[in-house]
């Protein structure tokens, strides 16, 4: 099994990959257009020719036969080019001495506040090679990468975690709110986020903050948590050092996780090695 960057040959397979993740990953859309467009990009990137803002780092694993069966991705900087929203979970305090009432509500507020920052995204992993350590080195080298070319990013890592969603991929939150103001399917929202048509949230998003005891009691308990399938991924971010700091996706309530990027372990206790039977003296990290 070995982690490459992306070639234009891959695309039947990644095609393949993002048919079969279902509603959620955001970054993955089963769009033939799109992800030829995206890997293109990924090979001009991996040439040097992308700016940070535009930058995408597309890696596939592929095992023993040549079979592409993993992908994962870094992003130079978010919100650079297209707006980047996220939810900042806050909370409003209401008291009345006079009538014995106090009150902590949690709110809800528009924000934009992780622009800039690089991110981990993209990472879906074929469910026949969902054993052993091939989620974990697929995920983590791209940690590596980062170790190995730091200028190329931010000071700051996120990653967004998949939300709740059942096996119709309907969300709570989604039905709770998104449907609202968007009247559309999660799954089409989902999907036009991801080839990239972002005007329609700034354009039908509220700008002020919502109360979350106005949402389904479903709603309120999925918000920061993430899916099943998810869970593996986010044990493995924390043991890296990434923790939630009050972000959550706009659609599903995904956590936002985030760590400095000097900080991250792969970072930070990274070395660079040299294999003894390469002839040219290959490094690795």
């Not at 596939?60 to 069966?69: A, K, M, P, S, T």
């Not at 080839?195 to 329609?200: E, I, Y």
């Not at 972000?247 to 760590?259: K, L, N, R, S, T």
């Amino acid at each position: 099994m070995i982690v490459r960057p992306v070639r234009s040959s891959d695309l039947p397979a990644l095609i393949d990959l993002a048919r079969s993740t279902g509603t959620g990953l955001t970054t993955l859309p089963a769009n033939e257009e799109r992800l030829t467009h995206r890997v293109g990009w990924a090979e001009k990137t991996f040439r040097g020719e992308a700016e940070r803002g535009d930058a995408d780092y597309l890696f596939v694993l592929e095992d023993d036969n040549g079979r592409v069966v993993g992908i994962s991705a870094i992003a130079g900087a978010v919100g650079l080019r297209e707006p980047w929203y996220n939810f900042r979970v806050g909370l409003t305090v209401s008291a009345s001495q006079e009538l014995n009432i106090y009150r902590e509500i949690p709110t809800l507020f528009l924000a934009n506040d992780l622009t800039g920052n690089s991110e981990l995204c993209s990472l879906f992993l074929h469910a026949d090679y969902r054993t052993g350590l091939n989620g974990r080195m697929l995920a983590k080298a791209r940690m590596l990468f980062i170790a190995e070319f730091p200028q190329l990013f931010g000071n700051k890592i996120i990653a967004e975690m998949r939300g709740m969603s059942d096996e119709n991929g309907r969300s709570p939150f989604w039905e709770s709110l998104g449907r609202h103001f968007f009247k559309m399917e999660f799954s089409q929202a989902d999907y036009l986020t991801g080839v990239g048509n972002k005007a329609f949230i700034a354009e039908l998003m509220p700008k002020f903050p919502l109360y979350t005891c106005f949402l389904s009691e479903d709603a309120r308990n999925v918000i920061a948590k993430v899916h099943t399938d998810t869970e593996p991924a986010l044990a493995m971010l924390k043991s890296e050092g990434f923790s939630y700091q009050g972000y959550v996706d706009i659609f599903d309530a995904g956590p936002a996780v985030e760590c400095e990027t000097s900080k991250i372990r792969a970072v930070r206790d990274s070395c660079l090695l040299y294999t003894s039977d390469a002839a040219d003296d290959t490094p690795c990290v």
